[in-house]
């Protein structure tokens, strides 16, 4: 397998990634419109951690971590690294040390479509990571593979550049080009989510605030006293 190693890829505005990184992944996931989520299968290793960065992305080999070590020298404050393999791997393709090196140039955490180790010593250094798995297998350094092109992680295609923000609901892409608009979104969608927890504080239902007797009744979905429903005679 040959590849390819891109340098210096456009990235999403800096403001506009900390704008987002001020926001829950289900909440930025909602404000594009229920897109960009990463599957279930991608969990994070903390709890309690919500970052937001730039996608470094890497395209490997299973069992084969040679070309996160090329990603290394690609990243920069504000990243965060992005790696899936060719086919399916649960392999520990990073650890402490890759951390280690990540956090000295100011990388804010790893999303990984495959194993991760030493997940105690990442917790204990606050260096945030996703993964597929969690296992203690090693790997080999012997095939090519690319750094900085677009890849895909369960359905989602994550560019170089594009903004990714994860918390202990997930991880979410954002494209380089929205980030700005997305963020607004966001925005205004916490705040009608605020305006409508005071509204539930105050003893207001969801089925009034939301409309939703009225769906109820259209859908013939009927209201019955208990012994009403009890003794009634059914088909």
């Known amino acids: 397998m040959s590849g390819v190693v891109v340098t210096n890829p456009p990235k999403a505005d800096a403001a506009d990634v900390e704008a987002l990184a001020g926001y829950g992944v289900a909440t930025v996931s909602e404000a594009m419109g229920r897109t960009g989520l990463l599957g279930p299968g991608i969990r994070p290793v903390q709890q309690g951690v919500r970052v937001a960065g730039t996608a470094v992305t890497v395209l490997g080999w299973p069992g084969d971590n040679l070309m996160i070590h090329a990603a290394v020298e690609q990243c920069d404050e504000g990243d ?7 086919s399916p791997s ?3 393709l990073f650890g402490e040390l890759f951390a280690t090196a990540l956090q000295r140039r100011g990388v ?3 999303v990984i479509n495959t194993g991760i180790r030493d997940t105690q010593e990442l917790r204990e250094m606050g260096f945030a990571a996703w993964s597929r798995a969690v296992s203690a297998q090693g790997t080999v ?7 900085n092109v677009p890849i895909a992680v369960d359905g989602q295609m994550i560019r170089p550049g594009d903004v ?5 609901d ?3 892409v954002v494209p380089r080009e929205r980030a700005r608009q997305v963020a607004e979104a966001s925005e205004a969608r916490e705040k009608k989510e605020a305006a409508t927890r005071a509204a539930f504080m105050e003893g207001q ?10 769906k109820l009744e259209e859908l013939g979905v009927t209201y019955q006293s208990y012994d009403a429903y009890t003794t009634a005679e059914r088909p």
């Open 80 to 86: 965060i690294l992005v790696v899936t393999t060719t």
């Open 108 to 110: 804010r955490g790893i």
């Open 170 to 172: 997930g991880v979410v």
């Open 205 to 214: 239902l969801g089925l009034d605030r939301y409309g939703l007797r009225e």
């Open 90 to 92: 649960t392999d520990g």
């Open 141 to 147: 350094k012997a095939t090519g593979g690319s750094v």
């Open 164 to 168: 990714i923000v994860a918390d202990d």
